[in-house]
């Protein structure tokens, strides 16, 4: 009786193992599904490896704000926080994109002031936007460049335009006199540009 028994459950025993197999995959895959990393390099500049627990991803692609025809590019910094997308959902990373920029110990906010809006380059560059006010500051400790714009320059202090930087201004105005209508000249300015 046992035997038949047996005979008569083999199906079920191996539907049942099946079952159990296919469901220790979807999990593992479901595991794999979302994770939280640290950025481990950027080779390249173009893509990352991200440390997953003990794993590690091959160079995977990274989310930035747009590429399109608007496009904008920032690099992964090591050590930032990264959320893996695992679009293959298979036990290798090959098919994921990193989203990177949470805030972490490594790399806080540059402001926790709700009412700005502020993107840090590193130390010693921000851009910032007060929005009940809308002033926008731009600090830029190695100056500013506008770079494709002939009408205006800034370089080490000094701003010009395509005829002449603002110094060489302040010279002809401090400098210059007027023709008066009976052929003589009207003193020079009193009031002095020049620093």
Known sequence: MNGLLKRMLAP?????????????????????????????????????????????????????????????????????????????????FDSCVALCGLCSDSFPFPTDNPDEVMTAYGEKAYTKVDIPSGKLTIHAAGGVEFVGTPEVKNTEGEIADKVRAMSLDRVIYDTHDHPGDSGGKTGAANQKQGG
């Open 12 to 92: 079920v025993h191996e539907a049942l193992a099946g079952l159990q197999e296919a469901a220790e995959d979807n999990r593992r895959q479901g595991n794999n599904l979302i994770c939280k990393g640290v950025v481990k390099s950027a080779p390249g500049g173009t893509r990352v490896v991200v440390r997953i627990g003990e794993n590690t991803t091959p160079p995977i692609q990274f989310l930035v704000p747009a590429a399109g025809v608007t496009s904008h590019y920032r690099c992964p910094s090591p050590g930032e926080i990264a959320i893996v997308l695992n679009f293959g959902t298979g036990d290798n």
